[in-house]
Nanobody, 126 residues
Framework: QAQLVESGGGLVQAGGSLRLSCAAS????????VAWFRQAPGKEREFVAV????????YYADSVKGRFTISRNNAKNTVYLQMNSLKPEDTAVYYC???????????????????WGQGTQVTVSS
């Protein structure tokens, strides 16, 4: 099992940057695929980015490709989401999720990870 805690959200102007962190407890975390999702008001939760357990493979939603970077430090049981060139449409609650699933299955929406954090709010002002 894993318990996930997101941090790093906040209010930023369009064009700015934020780095989200997802800190996990549990020894199995380093073996899990980890993803970021987001949910804007009135919209469904959507996939943002995913990284394999060994960090060799990452996938991104088209809407964030080239602006966001997912990375992980297994020694610290932490996954990051560096968000640059933020836009007002990036405003959402961002969730970290981890589990024994393939990164590609998460990317295409076939499966979702088992463990989720409580989310952190990101607000981008225009």
């Amino acid at each position: 099992q894993a318990q996930l805690v997101e941090s790093g959200g906040g209010l930023v102007q369009a064009g700015g940057s934020l780095r989200l962190s997802c800190a996990a407890s549990g020894r199995a975390f380093s073996m899990y695929t980890v993803a970021w999702f987001r949910q804007a008001p009135g919209k469904e939760r959507e996939f943002v980015a995913v990284i394999t357990s060994d960090a060799w493979t990452t996938y991104y939603a088209d809407s964030v490709k080239g602006r966001f970077t997912i990375s992980r430090n297994n020694a610290k049981n932490t996954v990051y989401l560096q968000m640059n060139s933020l836009k007002p449409e990036d405003t959402a609650v961002y969730y970290c999720a981890a589990g024994a699933v393939s990164a590609n299955s998460v990317r295409v929406g076939d499966r979702r990870p088992d463990y989720w954090g409580q989310g952190t709010q990101v607000t981008v002002s225009s």
